[in-house]
């Protein structure tokens, strides 16, 4: 679903005008990145928590010219849902995409597949 998307529905389940729902989106969207840029967590309870979390400083590598790149420790933003969200996601019917069966594994290491 895309941002086009939510805003027609919330729309038409509400009865306000596209143009009032794109405005409050949009500045719900704002208000969200300029209070993590603050270093502020953003709480919505039922819904979930959008926070900053910390990565640590750490050495990586570029294996094509076979040389390390310090990246130095920085935040990155983050969505963790609520239970309760969690639950209602759980508890509801097929996403969407999905298929209905399960992929089949893949044979475990050190396994040889038996030839037919």
């Known amino acids: 679903m895309t941002k ?4 027609s529905e919330i729309s038409q389940k509400t009865g306000i005008e596209k143009a009032d729902v794109l405005t409050t989106v949009e500045a719900f969207f704002k ?8 270093g ?3 709480y ?10 910390k990565r ?5 590598r570029n294996i094509s010219k ?6 130095d420790e920085h935040f990155i933003p983050s969505f963790k849902p ?3 969200f969690v639950a209602k996601i759980k508890a509801s019917k097929k996403i969407t995409g999905e298929s ?17």
Do not use: C
């Open 4 to 7: 086009a998307e939510v805003i």
């Open 31 to 38: 208000v969200v990145k300029d209070s993590m840029t603050e």
């Open 40 to 42: 502020h967590n953003i």
């Open 44 to 53: 919505v309870r039922g819904f979930g928590s959008f926070v900053n979390k």
């Open 56 to 60: 640590a400083r750490k050495v990586a």
């Open 66 to 71: 076979n040389t390390s790149l310090i990246i």
């Open 82 to 84: 609520s239970k309760t």
């Open 100 to 116: 209905s069966e399960k992929a089949p594994k893949k044979a475990a290491k050190g396994t040889k597949k038996a030839k037919a």
